[in-house]
């Protein structure tokens, strides 16, 4: 179902393609006194690819190339009667609009002066304020998790999303950053021009690996109309594209706990906690035919193995039978409040519902007020691949192809070992773009994008379990939807219950289709996009906020309180089930009546 339909039209004054990462180099052409040179010939070469496009100035000396793969590129200027001037070594940068100016000199049109040396740091074709991460610095600062993300934190006037910013390696939902003030969820994100955005939460549902990213921009403020879509940054990445030349990399890094020290505050009787983690990868790109067509294509693989050794209390063998000993009374509320002979409650007064909520409880199994050991078990599984292929018709008409996708499974079990939840994502974003060139004057893309995500949250078979039969909890509805053991919580020992999220399922997706025209007129350029974007999403979650909460009042009840709430959003409906019981025994196994 469409939720959803954003038609974003602009008319501008620039030259960076609307939602994309295409760049373009402009400028002027002048003889010696400084008048302007019509039907100078320009010739623009990507030196990775050898692929060119040649356009000549117009009346008024002025040159523009937009929608030029960011690289490395030559520019060559020539007239007859002057000499030809090349400029090499010109680094072209993720939505840069690079400014070049030539002052021809006369002479023998096959005399040529060559000029070696970087782009112009300041770009004065355009007000937007932002800063350009290469490929260099992605590559060789240390980043935990080889996320590329906290380069972005380096940024001025960015910082840490206050969500998740700690999520330094999950393949999904990597990027969390606040630009000026802005909320996280006001950051827009491309990949080669894509949103990769998710719909629910509007934050990237992808993290690219480091050695397949070429380089991105974060734009801070001041960027054009067509970057509408969010109020706070704009991120546009780059995923790098095949040369003339096979270029590939490999990678691995791992931690393991034999390397590790012992923490130092960690309790005596406690092993070291286990800990596996192993990322690793391959990158390969190259000519499929020589400057007309190329590929590449990344993989990345992440496990980890992990388990946080913890303590916890709980009810001893003993307890469970009713024998709860200590110092406080154990009152018997059917006769008066006497205090039950030497704190034992008889088993014919014990609560059938009590002990059937204790067998999720694990038995004690140390010594002392801390009696149970475990762990926390943390595992991931985690992949990812990209595949990109270019090709070029012609001087006038070139396309682009890529695909992503990220598989993760992430199991988890909990510090009480009859609770365990697993996390299943899925996501997908793929693109197609193609440029033609109707006249050097005039230049139309066109593209189209596809973004997926698919997120399964679940925990144990729970498929026969009633909180009737196997709890003796009435008044529930029971939902085949919120199969699962309700959160239980006694202060001071180990709690009972799945997780919260347990079940939910959640899978949005959007397609989105963008058409911009670009006209360059005189010395001004002109632009006119259409961009088309649904978004359907389908999302449910069981909410397993089933809560049985067992706490002293005073010294003769404690209360239990217990609620179950389910909600289904196709954007309507939720519902609600509590029910209230008490027991006067602050250990909830004493039966009231």
Not at 116 to 132: E, F, K, L, M
Not at 517 to 527: G, I, L, P
Request: with cysteine.
């Amino acid at each position: 179902m469409l939720n959803r339909v954003l038609i974003a039209l602009a008319i501008l004054c620039v030259i960076v393609t609307a939602q994309t990462t295409s760049t373009a180099i402009l400028g002027t052409v002048v003889d010696s006194s400084g008048a302007n040179v019509s039907g100078a010939e320009i010739n623009i070469t990507n030196t990775g690819t050898g692929q060119s496009r040649s356009l000549k100035t117009n009346d008024v000396g002025y040159f523009n190339a937009p929608a030029l793969d960011p690289g490395s590129y030559s520019v060559s200027v020539s007239k007859p009667g002057f000499r030809k001037e090349v400029r090499s070594g010109l680094e072209l940068q993720v939505n840069q609009r690079l400014t070049l100016d030539f002052a021809l000199t006369v002479g023998a049109v096959n005399e040529t002066v060559s000029v070696v040396g970087a782009a112009p740091i300041i770009d004065p074709s355009s007000a937007a304020s932002g800063t350009v991460v290469n490929e260099r610095k992605i590559v060789d600062l240390p980043l935990n998790g080889r996320n590329y993300a906290q380069l972005a934190w380096m940024v001025p006037g960015v910082t840490p999303g206050q969500r998740h910013s700690n999520d330094t390696v999950n393949f999904s939902n990597p990027y969390q950053i606040s630009a000026n003030g802005q909320r996280q969820f006001n950051t827009e994100l491309t990949l080669d021009g894509a949103s990769i955005n998710s719909v629910l939460l509007n934050q990237s549902n992808f993290r690219p690996s480091v050695d397949a990213l070429k380089e991105f921009r974060v734009q801070t403020g001041n960027y054009s109309a067509e970057y509408g879509m969010q109020s706070g940054a704009q991120v546009n990445l780059v995923l790098k594209s095949g040369t003339n030349s096979i270029h590939g990399s490999a990678f691995e890094f791992f931690r393991n706990d034999k390397l590790d020290a012992r923490d130092f505050f960690q309790p005596p009787n406690q092993p070291k906690s286990p800990f596996k983690q192993n990322q690793f990868g391959a990158t390969v790109g190259g000519p499929v035919v020589k400057n007309r067509t190329f590929f590449f294509t990344s993989y990345e693989g992440f496990t980890k193995r992990k388990a946080l050794v913890g303590s916890a209390v709980v009810l001893t063998d003993a307890q469970r039978q009713g024998i709860v000993g200590g110092a406080t009374p154990i009152r018997d509320p059917n006769n008066a409040g006497a205090v039950f002979p030497g704190n034992v409650i008889p088993a014919d007064r014990l609560s059938p519902e009590a002990q059937k909520v204790l067998a999720y409880m694990p038995h004690a199994n140390a010594a002392g007020t801390l009696n149970f050991n475990g762990a926390t078990r943390n595992s991931a599984d985690q992949q990812q691949g990209f595949v990109r292929i270019d090709h070029q018709f012609r001087q006038s008409d070139q396309v682009f192809f890529r695909y992503g996708v990220s598989d993760q499974h992430i199991p988890e079990i909990e510090l009480n070992p009859n609770f365990a939840e697993v996390q299943d994502i899925r996501d997908q974003n793929m693109t197609a773009n193609y440029i033609h060139l109707f006249s050097p004057s005039m230049l139309n893309e066109f593209r189209f994008s596809y973004n997926r995500s698919n997120d399964e949250f679940f925990g144990p078979d729970r498929s026969n379990f009633s909180p009737l039969k196997d709890l003796g909890i009435s008044g529930v509805a029971e939902d085949p939807k919120l199969k699962g053991v309700p959160d239980i919580s006694i202060p001071g020992l180990l709690g009972i219950g799945e997780h919260f999220l347990v079940p939910l399922t959640q899978m949005d997706w959007s397609y989105g289709i963008a058409e911009n025209v670009t006209k360059t007129w005189q010395a001004h350029t002109f632009k006119a996009g259409l961009e088309i974007k649904a978004t359907p999403r389908s999302f449910f979650s069981a909410e397993q906020s089933w809560k049985l909460h067992v706490y002293r009042t005073d010294n003769r009840k404690c209360s239990c309180g217990f609620s179950a709430r389910a909600s289904e959003h196709h954007y309507s409906g939720s519902r609600a089930r509590d029910l209230q019981q008490h027991s006067p025994d602050p250990s909830g196994l004493l039966r009231s009546g």
